[in-house]
């Protein structure tokens, strides 16, 4: 008797401590992060409070994931409507048919070659045929930035120029003799930019080539449409997208030009939630709108951690603060057991394509390609500041050699009062006795060096990915390295 006397005072205790629990209304802050909540539970159960807050919590996060994981379509999808703007169809060639400069703000472009783009190209409607001419090199890559194939001299046809053949995973028919086939097995998208070279210094004949390139589709081979031909000149031009809540909205778009791929299928299932469905209209409510406007700040920030403190690669050199531009050795960012989602953002944040093969496989094609924002000290190259990269005098390239400063936010050439944003081998410098080349960088010109050097500004951080195109064996090999850039203290 007793014991069951004990029984009931510990239920009627434990009924009362709930019971209190339960009347407390904790208030949920949809600003603050999830640890800054604790769960409540009654009975094994989550409190009303604890449900809220925990959905709160996970489209919140959800939210951000996506973003994440959808940067790569930002980029590709900002390139893609910069083009429709300019007038056009979904045949056209878009080409800089000028010297890049500071008012065409695309990712990290070089200001020596002449680039020419594709639309996003739908190969839902089947089979696609690029005609690519000889003295090209360019690069067959979707919307998510997933590269499939190098054409012109880093491509099978050797800069020789071909036919490529381009489709999706429906594809089951047969390879017409005479091309190329490339599959994206991912999705229904295909985008092409190719550079072409200035011979010389005559932009030109880089046009002149762009200008041949084609597509159609395959049942169109007969009597193929006519592509028109795009210059953008001296035109603003932008590709650059929202970098806040409305990423969202374009995100949604992404997903009614193209199929989602397999691995973004839960990312899309957990976006319903916040109004975001395939084929539909993207209409969040109110509560959808809170939740995608802060996911908004975080992912933007993640962004950008990962695109300028990397810490998935390892550096290019073992003695050098210079890292490599592609994060990811597999051009279409899946590994064996896994999609590589964190390597792709820095190549969607600051890239202006993606390409299949990383380094050339021929020594005196291609380019080699690294990154630095930093200063041989490790610390984020800063406009206030006056730094200098000394080149040797023989860089080991067949064609040349440029170092290109961008600003750290826009990711485009630096707007400067001295209107200089690149400096290479082909320009008109001082050189040492040794005939090696020291550039500067920052507020004011160092005296007698006034030609080599490029006028960074106060506040701004600024980064280099300096380029070495058709690189012969040193540069691939690394006995030969660029120099750290040094700060002047």
């Not at 007038?87 to 472009?109: L, N, V, W």
């Not at 071909?162 to 017409?176: H, I, L, R, S, T």
């Not at 080149?391 to 600003?407: D, G, I, L």
């Amino acid at each position: 008797m007793k014991t069951k006397n004990i029984i009931t005072l510990i239920i009627a205790a434990l009924i009362f401590v709930a019971c209190n629990q339960n009347s407390k209304k904790k208030e949920i802050s949809t600003d603050t992060f999830v640890q800054d909540f604790e769960p409540e539970y009654v009975g094994g159960y989550p409190t009303k409070e604890t449900v809220e807050a925990m959905f709160e919590e996970y489209d919140y996060q959800a939210a951000v994931q996506f973003y994440v994981w959808g940067y790569a379509y930002l980029n590709n999808l900002g390139m893609h409507k910069a083009c429709v703007a300019l007038g056009g169809d979904e045949r056209s060639f878009y080409s800089f048919d000028k010297r890049i400069g500071p008012q065409h703000q695309i990712m990290t472009a070089n200001t020596m070659v002449v680039y020419t783009w594709s639309r996003i190209i739908d190969l839902s409607k089947g089979p696609v045929v690029m005609e690519i001419p000889a003295g090209v090199r360019g690069h067959l890559y979707d919307m998510s930035s997933r590269a499939f194939q190098d054409v012109g001299d880093v491509g099978p046809d050797k800069g020789k120029g071909g036919k490529y053949m381009v489709v999706n995973a429906d594809f089951d028919g047969e390879v017409p003799e005479g091309y190329y086939l490339v599959q994206n097995p991912y999705t229904n998208t295909i985008i092409l930019g190719v550079r072409t070279f200035p011979e010389a210094g005559n932009v030109e004949v880089a046009v002149d080539v762009a200008k041949q390139i084609n597509w159609h589709y395959l049942h169109e081979v007969d009597n193929p449409p006519a592509n028109t031909f795009i210059p953008i000149g001296t035109n603003a031009f932008s590709q650059e997208w929202p970098r806040d809540e409305k990423a969202f909205e374009w995100l949604a778009e992404a997903f009614t030009l193209d199929k989602v791929p397999a691995s973004g299928l839960a990312h899309m299932g957990n976006m319903r939630r916040l109004g975001i469905e395939t084929g539909k209209p993207f209409n969040p409510d109110e509560r959808a709108k809170r939740i995608l406007k802060r996911a908004a700040i975080t992912a933007e920030a993640m962004v950008l951690s990962m695109s300028y403190a990397d810490r998935v690669t390892e550096n290019t050199y073992d003695n050098r603060q210079y890292g490599p531009i592609f994060t990811s050795e597999n051009s279409t960012f899946y590994s064996e057991n896994y999609e590589e989602v964190e390597e792709r953002v820095p190549q969607g944040h600051m890239l202006i394509a993606n390409v299949a093969v990383r380094i050339p496989a021929t020594p005196g094609t291609g380019g080699f390609y690294c990154s630095t924002f930093t200063d041989a000290d490790g610390n984020f190259l800063l406009g206030e500041n006056t730094y200098r990269l000394h080149v040797p005098a023989e860089v080991p390239v067949r064609q040349f050699w440029q170092v290109p400063v961008y600003s750290a936010i826009t990711r485009s050439m630096i707007i400067n009062d001295q209107d200089r944003f690149a400096l290479g081998g082909i320009d008109d410098l001082k050189r040492e006795d040794d005939g090696s080349v020291i550039l500067y960088f920052g507020p004011e010109a160092p005296d007698g060096y006034e030609k080599n050097w490029i006028q960074t500004n106060p506040g701004e951080g600024w980064f280099t990915l300096p380029r070495l195109f058709a690189p012969l064996e040193p540069i691939i090999d690394k006995t030969w390295r660029w120099n750290d850039i040094e700060k002047i203290k």
